[in-house]
């Protein structure tokens, strides 16, 4: 079964300061990738994807995510943050081979940017 | 342009009662999903469809049943509700065109049960 993992429960940071969140998951074939953002009382909005090709893929609000097949990785990453990303991230994950997008989500990590 | 739309927005039970949560899409999707997320365990499935008139069940489905009677809804039903039941719940839909094709999430339905 496929599992994902979102180490960094709650992180603190100052305005400017940098951000990276790390996400592993567990399955042995090919995967689709995903970080999801939920801002206070509002829905999920997808931040940004990895389906193929070049792994480290950009988002939405300056948002970048890698993803290292080696170390079953897909952290997501921003230079600077500002007090407006405040929010939930949540890291998911798809197997390919499943013929149907069942998404396995992390337990998410909360982000409060201080201005 | 509404995208996925859930009613309601809140809900108190007491337990036991019954109740019905709707979720409604108008981008023609043909998946549609029911979750619930709770602190520190993130979003988990608890029924989804890949069509109108099927159902399937996910990660959680005890206590809950869920209807696809037209292809632009997907209804949660709890029959019975239970303290443990008390949670947020989001619908989603996507694409059946490939398994790339991202997650569209409702604003949740904040449900308490008492």
């Known amino acids: 079964a496929q599992s994902v993992s979102q180490h960094n429960h709650h992180v603190i940071l100052s305005e400017a300061a940098s951000l990276e969140l790390g996400c592993n998951y567990s399955?042995?074939?090919?995967?689709?990738l995903f970080w999801y953002v939920q801002y206070p009382g509002q829905h999920l909005q997808l931040l940004l994807k990895?389906?193929?090709?070049?792994?480290l893929v950009k988002g939405i609000k300056g948002f970048e995510a890698e993803f290292i097949k080696s170390k079953f990785s897909f952290n997501l990453r921003k230079p600077s943050v500002q007090w407006s990303d405040t929010a939930e991230y949540f890291c998911?994950?798809?197997?390919?081979?499943?013929?149907?997008?069942?998404?396995?989500f992390g337990t998410g990590t909360r982000l409060l940017v201080s201005p | 342009n509404a995208g996925v739309t859930q009613t309601p927005k809140f809900r108190v039970l007491k337990t036991g009662q019954s109740m019905t949560l709707l979720c409604a899409q108008d981008m023609n999707h043909e998946y549609m999903y029911w979750y619930r997320q709770d602190p520190g365990m993130g979003l988990r499935l608890i029924h989804y469809?890949?069509?109108?008139?099927?159902?399937a069940k996910g990660e959680v489905p005890d206590g809950y049943n869920v209807s696809r009677l037209k292809k632009q809804n997907f209804l949660l039903g709890l029959e019975s509700a239970a303290p443990s039941q008390t949670s947020v719940y989001f619908c989603?839909?996507?694409?059946?065109?490939?398994?790339?094709?991202?997650?569209?999430f409702g604003d949740g339905t904040r449900l308490s049960i008492l």
């Open positions: 989603a839909s996507s694409y059946r065109t490939g398994v790339n094709q991202p997650q569209h």
């Open positions: 469809s890949v069509g109108e008139g099927t159902t």
């Open positions: 990895y389906f193929s090709g070049d792994p």
């Open positions: 399955y042995g074939g090919t995967v689709n």
């Open positions: 998911a994950v798809n197997a390919r081979n499943t013929g149907f997008q069942k998404l396995v």
